[in-house]
């Protein structure tokens, strides 16, 4: 094998690990954006839970499921958007909802505890 080759090698070696290394910061570059979109999501549609604007809070929990669905940032934030929009759905007297989501909230986080509270 001749020395040109090798540096060959070498330099695609190199190619690839800069596209993994770049591709992975913007893999956590999304995550972490996506996670404090959601810690806004969160706060946002909390108060307007606490205000009594319960539509625009369901609307933007579905919002969110329906945008980024339960996968975006594991099965842990997906289960407590469920959660808090039931909580939303049972002020709501939507008890079949509210039992639908709660339902989706265990199966993906079983360790959750609100979601059996409510």
């Known amino acids: ?9 070498e330099a695609k070696h190199k190619d690839l690990e ?3 290394k ?5 893999q956590n570059t999304r995550k972490e954006s996506l996670e404090r979109l959601l ?22 929990y579905t919002s969110w499921l329906e945008t980024y669905g339960e996968s975006t940032l594991g099965d842990g934030a997906a289960a407590v958007i469920y ?9 709501r007297k939507h008890y079949e909802r509210a039992a639908s989501d709660c339902a989706s909230a265990i199966a993906l986080s079983p360790s959750l505890v609100k979601p059996y509270l409510r």
């Open 18 to 20: 800069d596209k993994t």
């Open 39 to 60: 810690g806004l999501l969160k706060s946002a549609a909390g108060k307007l839970y606490a205000k009594g604007d319960l539509d625009t809070a369901n609307h933007m």
């Open 83 to 91: 959660t808090n929009r039931a909580a939303v759905a049972m002020m």
């Open 1 to 9: 094998i001749s020395k040109a080759c090798c540096r060959a090698a």
């Open 22 to 26: 770049k591709d992975k910061l913007a």
